[in-house]
């Protein structure tokens, strides 16, 4: 069964940092691109990253630049976000999806609240 | 990142037809195609038609995908009940180098 599961969501102060974590499974994980998009409560979607299958290109939101990492494990079937220097606007549901022509599958997602 | 352009909600009525549009530049829809998503409330979103144009298995034929220069449509015929939802559209930005995403439009079927 094709699969995207995510974790690591949780309430941080804001400033913190955060990782967070995405499982494949059921496909043949280090042949796709990976993205992370994000939404605000009530709000709609933001992509927030992007990496290639091989690790060859990353690229961010302007929102996120400088603040958060997306990386990989091909052999795990993992992608990674790590969120560091959080702010109230962080605030909400993050997503991972595959991308062939478009985001092809999703997990259910992850929440994460910065609040103090 | 500048998105791309949907109006906020469309109502129809049942079984009639829903058009609903996206409008990019030259540097995403132009030129990279639209990808289009529908999202019930409380749910992931799922992919509808990809920048190809095309339904990815199990999708519907009442849903179909056209693109004219920078703006691109979702038509969704004999509308029913659960048709209704939001529907964003997405685009590779290649001078950005990034995803944006269209503010999404509310589906209304009365």
């Known amino acids: 069964q094709v699969q995207l599961v995510e974790s690591g969501g949780d309430v941080v102060q804001p400033g913190r940092s955060l990782r967070l974590s995405c499982a494949a499974s059921?496909?043949?994980?280090?042949?796709?691109?990976m993205n992370w998009v994000r939404q605000a409560p009530g709000k709609g979607l933001e992509w927030v990253a992007v990496m290639s299958h091989d690790g060859g290109y990353r690229h961010y939101a302007d929102s996120v630049k400088g603040r958060f990492t997306i990386s990989r494990d091909n052999s795990k079937g993992t992608l990674s976000l790590q969120m560091n220097s959080l702010g109230a606007d962080d605030t909400g549901v993050y997503y991972c999806?595959?991308?062939?022509?478009?985001?092809?599958?999703w997990g259910q997602g992850t929440l994460v609240t910065v609040s103090s | 990142q500048a998105g791309l352009t949907q109006p906020p909600s469309v109502s129809k009525g049942l079984r009639q037809t829903a058009t609903l549009t996206c409008t990019g530049n030259r540097n995403n829809v132009g030129d990279q195609g639209v990808a289009w998503l529908q999202q019930h409330q409380g749910h992931p979103p799922k992919l509808l038609s990809n920048?190809?144009?095309n339904r990815p298995a199990g999708i519907s034929e009442r849903i179909s995908a056209s693109r004219s220069g920078n703006t691109a449509s979702l038509t969704i015929t004999g509308l029913q009940a659960e048709d209704e939802a939001d529907y964003y559209c997405?685009?590779?930005?290649?001078?950005?180098?990034?995803?944006?995403f269209g503010g999404g439009t509310k589906l209304i079927v009365l």
């Open positions: 997405s685009a590779w930005d290649r001078s950005l180098s990034a995803w944006v």
């Open positions: 059921g496909f043949m994980f280090s042949t796709y691109i």
């Open positions: 920048r190809k144009n």
């Open positions: 999806a595959s991308e062939i022509d478009g985001f092809d599958m």
